[in-house]
């Protein structure tokens, strides 16, 4: 009996240590989230270099957390009006949030160097208004490092965003956003 046990306690061990680990992954104002606004009379681009976002290989969940003050834009004229709230309202909501799992998990091996398809769903929620919405993208492996790249259209008017009549032919009314995050693999 006594033999049983330990056979069974190495042959446990033995499972576990070969196991894949979770891993945890994270990434502090080093990515890019970009929209990008194509209308009549205007093209806007905005980058923001401040997100923060972070990654669990365990269940797949993912979460990216945006400033809305951070976003750059090519004149303080669009920055100034993106703030106020008949635009984006950042006194009241300071940040986009994104939320999601991989739905697709089982296909990508944090452990082994490589560029994998990244399927998301999750919930957007901008302005304090959340729509889901199914993301198709990329997370390239190198080392402990991961690079998650993704480019999806937002409809404005699914969060609430106004679009002042004045200026209907300079801000379309969906935007393409573009995700780059650089992530590296979180040191317990």
Not at 2 to 17: D, E, K, P, V, Y
Not at 122 to 147: A, E
Request: proline content about 3%; charged content about 25%.
């Amino acid at each position: 009996m006594r033999n049983l046990f330990f056979i069974a306690l190495g042959a446990t061990a033995l499972l576990w240590a070969f196991a894949p680990v979770p891993k945890v992954y994270f990434q502090n104002q080093k990515g890019d989230i970009t929209f990008f606004s194509s209308a009549a009379l205007e093209d806007i681009t905005a980058v923001n270099h401040k997100s923060s976002a972070l990654l669990k290989t365990a269940d797949g969940s993912l979460t990216v957390k945006v400033p809305i003050r951070s976003f750059e834009f090519e004149k303080d004229l669009m920055y100034k009006h993106f703030l106020q709230k008949k635009y984006m309202w950042a006194d009241e909501h300071p940040e986009a949030e994104f939320a999601g799992k991989l739905t697709n998990l089982a296909d990508i091996n944090f452990d082994q160097d490589g560029e994998y398809a990244a399927n998301v769903a999750g919930t957007l929620t901008i302005r304090g208004v959340s729509k889901d919405y199914q993301v198709n993208g990329t997370i390239k492996v190198v080392g402990n490092k991961l690079t998650c790249h993704a480019k999806f259209n937002v409809k404005l008017a699914d969060h609430e965003v106004p679009i002042p009549k004045v200026v209907t032919e300079n801000i379309a009314e969906v935007v393409e956003v573009t995700i780059n995050l650089d992530m590296e693999e979180y040191a317990k």
